[in-house]
């Protein structure tokens, strides 16, 4: 189940569960609790781990990193992310898992 959430500003909110130190950079899909997981081979250090993950979520969504905003959780995998409205269609693609 996606669960995003439209904004008045003209974003998009969503959860994100967040994989580190994984064998690759994907987007897995939505899991059943609503979250997008995404798995990063960075590990959580120094921030790495987050800056990657906007890296990945950028190229996926076609959208520029300084447009993507980790608005909660930075230290925690479980993390809720702020995207442009126009990345909507894109994150709807990402299969159930």
């Known amino acids: 189940m996606k669960k995003i959430d439209e ?7 969503f959860a994100v569960s967040l994989s580190p ?4 950079d994907t987007v897995v899909g939505w899991t059943p609790a ?3 997981k995404i798995a ?5 250090a120094d921030g790495a781990a987050n800056r990657r993950l906007i890296e ?6 076609d959208a520029p990193k300084s447009e993507i ?3 909660a959780g930075l230290t ?8 442009p409205a126009s990345c909507k269609n894109r994150l709807l ?3 159930d898992i």
């Open 7 to 13: 904004r008045g500003d003209g974003t998009l909110g």
């Open 93 to 95: 693609r990402f299969s």
């Open 40 to 44: 990063v081979t960075a590990a959580p």
């Open 56 to 61: 990945v979520l950028s190229g996926a969504l």
């Open 76 to 83: 925690s995998r479980s993390k809720r992310l702020v995207v």
């Open 69 to 71: 905003v980790i608005a």
């Open 34 to 36: 609503g979250a997008l």
């Open 21 to 24: 130190r994984s064998s690759r």
